[in-house]
């Protein structure tokens, strides 16, 4: 079901980071199901393979590259593999990230390094890349996941609430800079979100319960609407803004 009319995205070709699963697959069916080609990757050749397969089952033109985010060079080979694919790209989803619940005592370096490598590294990584490939030249829409939790700290979360702030930084300072090609770069803020293997690990410290006003959790599609909203014409004028997707939980820390 959608409210969105089906062809909004028509002739357009998005890159989905860790769009082999959870959030990042909705966002790609998502994108697909309104007109985008769509290219995945994540570094797990074995979760890419089914989703693209699924994808394709949808009528969704769908391809994989294998990549580390971290890894410059690789999102690099992806990025140019997408522009010889699908010709161009008008999309960028900066969805992949680590999380795993740990008290701050409980952090190695290399811990909390692994999860800012992953989410903002990673993000700068995918955004560059798509920008000095095609996006400088030819404008598009960059749209970062990032989350709420940064808003107040959140216990166990040390690491992701840096990574996450980093991010909203990261995006404002992009859409001030890059604004002059026709590039908008927005955040959407999921809270929490049911059916996501970021919610099965924190939800397995802090409780299911929810703090949202709407008084339930959120769903994957309701997220990638947001997303889909940012990535189309709809958005034209919007950039270095951020939309919560938490049903006001933050409000009501
Ligand atoms: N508690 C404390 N430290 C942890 C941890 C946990 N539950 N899980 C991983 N780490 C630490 C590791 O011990 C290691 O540090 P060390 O070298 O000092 O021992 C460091 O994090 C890196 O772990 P590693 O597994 O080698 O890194 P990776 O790059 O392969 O994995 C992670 C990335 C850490 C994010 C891993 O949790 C992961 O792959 N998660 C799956 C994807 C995911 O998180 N999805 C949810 C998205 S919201």
Redesign the pocket.
């Known amino acids: 079901m959608t409210v969105f009319r089906d062809d909004i995205l028509d002739g357009r070709v998005a890159i989905v980071t ?1 769009g082999a699963t ?1 959030l990042g697959l909705e966002v790609a069916r998502t994108l697909g199901r309104h007109g985008a080609k769509v290219a995945i990757c994540s570094r797990k050749e074995d979760n890419l393979r089914p989703a693209v397969k699924e994808l394709a089952a949808q009528g969704i033109e769908a391809r994989y590259g294998v990549c580390d985010i ?1 890894d410059m060079e690789q999102v690099q080979r992806v990025v140019a593999e997408t522009v010889a694919a699908f010709g161009r790209i008008d999309v960028v989803v900066n969805n ?7 008290p701050l005592t ?10 800012v ?2 989410d903002l590294l990673g993000t700068f990584n995918m955004s560059r890349a798509a920008y000095d490939a095609y996006l400088g030249e030819h404008g598009g829409s960059i749209v970062n996941i990032s989350a709420t939790i940064q808003y107040t700290g959140m216990a166990m979360q040390a690491h ?1 609430a840096s990574a996450k702030a980093g991010v909203d930084a990261l995006t404002r300072t992009c859409a001030i800079e890059w604004g002059r090609n026709g590039v908008r770069v927005n955040v959407v803020a999921p809270g929490g979100m049911t059916g ?3 919610y099965s ?1 924190v939800t397995a410290v802090t409780g299911t319960g929810t703090r949202s006003p709407l008084g339930r959790h959120g769903t994957r599609h309701e997220v990638a609407d947001a997303v889909l909203f940012l990535a189309s014409d709809a958005a034209s004028y919007i950039t270095g803004a951020t939309i919560a997707v938490d049903g006001g939980a933050c409000l009501a820390r």
Do not use: M, Q, W
């Open positions: 860790g959870g971290r992949a990230a680590g999380n795993f619940p740990a409980g952090l190695s370096t290399n811990g909390f390094k692994a999860v490598d992953i992701v996501t293997e970021g690990r």
